[in-house]
Structures are given as C-alpha cells and as structure tokens.
Antibody, heavy 120, light 109 residues
Framework: QVQLVQSGPEVKTPGASVKVSCKASGYTFTTYGISWVRQAPGQGLEWVGWSSARSGNANYAQKFQGRVTMTTDPSANTAYMDLRSLRSDDTAVYYCSRRRNSHGFDLDYWGQGTLLTVSS | EIVLTQSPGTLSLSPGERATLSCRAS???????LAWYQQKPGQAPRLLIYGASNRATGIPDRFSGSGSGTDFTLTISSLEPEDFAVYYCQQYGSSLSYIFGQGTKLEIK
C-alpha cells in the first residue's frame, strides 16, 4: 500500500533553516511528483511547492520563492523540503503528498505531517 | 490568480441529512483540475473527488461532486457520523500551482 512517512517534529529559532523528509513506499517513486502543503494552527491549507521525482525539477509558490528548495533522492525513495530564513509565521504542520502526473495532477496520498515550531 | 471561495463557512447538520458544499472560482477553471479533500482533526487531508466529479479510490458513493466553469458542488447524500470534518476544494492552475479554498466545516447539529 502507498505510504508517505515524514520526519519528526522540529523546533527552530527565527532565521534558522529546516529540512523535512518524506519517505515513500508502495509505488514506483519516479512515476509521481511530491507536493508540499502546510497548515498553520487553526488555519486552512496552503500550497508550498512540488518537485518531480523523476527529473528533480521543482515549482514553488511565489511567496516561498528564494526561501525553499525541494529535492528528491530516487535511490532512497525520499523527498526533501528545505526552508530557510525561518520566521514565527512559518510555524505550521507541513505535509508531503503524492502528486499524480495525470488526471488533474491531484494529491492522492498524504504523509502524516511534520510540525515545525519557530520560536525564540 | 484564481481565488476559490467556499460556502458556507460552517454547516450544521444532523446524521442522515444531505449536505451541499459550494466552491466558487473567481474565473472559469477546467473541471479536470478541480478536487475536493476531507480533513478530520489531527489528520492529514484525504482526496475525495478529482476532476470535479470522480470519486477517489475507496470513497463511498454517498459523496458526489458536480459543477463546471466557476461553480462546483460537493454533495454528501446522507451524512454518517464520520463525515463531520472540514472540506477543501482545490484547483490546479496554468502556472503549475495549487490553490485551496478556505474550507467548509461540517459540524453535527
């Protein structure tokens, strides 16, 4: 069965960086993309970006351009999201999800989420 | 950029009732790129509907999606206790980006 397992919770100070991992299993990693979505406490869903597991190409939401890098390691079936220059409003649960490369490119399986807390 | 507006913000219904959730886009979207997700407290979202009207794997047939252009609807024909959750619509756009609506909370009356 398809599973996405994310790394554990992180606590960072403002200005620091964080790298969240997402290990996939149960499907051929390179035939799908990985998208990242975050959810601040009590708020809705906000798309951060996605990366192709096959090519490594990535596309980011404009508000994160320059602060985020998404990569994939097909040899480890793992995707990574690196977020830099952290601010308190980056505090959120970050989800990875499998991005279908057909249909409407929807997000059909999700990881359990990684809580990032940014606080001095 | 397209904005998705969901209504109502909160919907209070009883088990067995019919739920109708709306998602309106600020400009016309291709229905193939319109999806709905369900999120329960403390859980990740789950894909319910893709392509505006196609149920995802394992989704019960009491869930249905419809609509085109700027107006889309998620209908739950007869609410079960496990259906009370927050529902999000989502659109995949020409800039290869994803936009979510603000969500509708479906609560037990």
């Amino acid at each position: 069965q398809v599973q996405l397992v994310q790394s554990g919770p992180e606590v960072k100070t403002p200005g620091a960086s964080v790298k969240v991992s997402c290990k996939a299993s149960g499907y051929t990693f390179t035939t799908y993309g990985i998208s990242w979505v975050r959810q601040a406490p009590g708020q809705g869903l906000e798309w951060v970006g996605w990366s192709s597991a096959r090519s490594g190409n990535a596309n980011y939401a404009q508000k994160f351009q320059g602060r985020v890098t998404m990569t994939t390691d097909p040899s480890a079936n793992t995707a990574y999201m690196d977020l830099r220059s952290l601010r308190s409003d980056d505090t959120a649960v970050y989800y990875c999800s499998r991005r279908r490369n057909s249909h409407g490119f929807d997000l059909d399986y999700w990881g359990q989420g990684t809580l990032l807390t940014v606080s001095s | 950029e397209i904005v998705l507006t969901q209504s109502p913000g909160t919907l209070s219904l009883s088990p067995g009732e019919r739920a109708t959730l709306s998602c309106r886009a600020s400009q016309s979207v291709d229905s193939i790129y319109l999806a709905w997700y369900q999120q329960k407290p403390g859980q990740a979202p789950r894909l319910l509907i893709y392509g505006a009207s196609n149920r995802a794997t394992g989704i019960p047939d009491r869930f249905s999606g419809s609509g085109s252009g700027t107006d889309f609807t998620l209908t739950i024909s007869s609410l079960e206790p496990e259906d009370f959750a927050v529902y999000y619509c989502q659109q995949y756009g020409s800039s290869l980006s994803y936009i979510f609506g603000q969500g509708t909370k479906l609560e037990i009356k």
